[in-house]
């Protein structure tokens, strides 16, 4: 995989699309959450809180994975962009100044997620020169 500066993260509580993204090419990393269970809260009438525990690692994996990339965008729906990008400022490391944003998007496609990232780095269009 080519090495990239600018990435788009959608996730959830179950999983990061990750695009990196070039002048003209964008190559797709995926990272699952290790959850006890594919539900957040189990049924009625059960032992127990209701709710799954998140997974520790999940958050930490997608920062590694992002460990290049000098410029973030976070999309997708409910806390997690929020939860990400509030563990991505507060981590240590090389990367800690680099350019992160978070973006409330739905469960677009992966051609959206891309071209939302494209259009938010302004990668691909014309240099204008005065």
């Known amino acids: 995989m080519t090495v990239h500066n600018h990435a788009v993260v959608w996730v959830d509580h179950r999983?990061?699309?990750?695009?990196y993204l070039g002048l003209d090419t964008a190559d797709e990393?995926?990272?699952d959450a290790?959850?006890?269970n594919e539900h957040l809260h189990?049924?009625?009438n059960t032992?127990?809180?209701?709710?799954t525990h998140d997974d520790s690692t999940f958050f930490p994996r997608i920062d590694e994975a992002l460990s290049h990339c000098e410029a973030v965008l976070l999309v997708g729906p409910g806390n997690e962009k929020t939860l990400l990008l509030k563990h991505l400022q507060e981590a240590g490391g090389s990367h800690k100044g680099r350019d992160l944003h978070a973006e409330p998007i739905d469960?677009?496609?992966d051609r959206e997620i891309?071209?939302?990232g494209r259009r938010h780095f302004h990668l691909g269009e014309a240099v204008r020169e005065n």
């Open 29 to 31: 990393r995926k990272i």
């Open 15 to 19: 999983t990061a699309k990750i695009f």
């Open 114 to 116: 891309v071209a939302l």
């Open 34 to 36: 290790k959850l006890d």
């Open 42 to 44: 189990h049924k009625a």
């Open 107 to 109: 469960h677009p496609s």
């Open 47 to 51: 032992i127990g809180s209701g709710k």
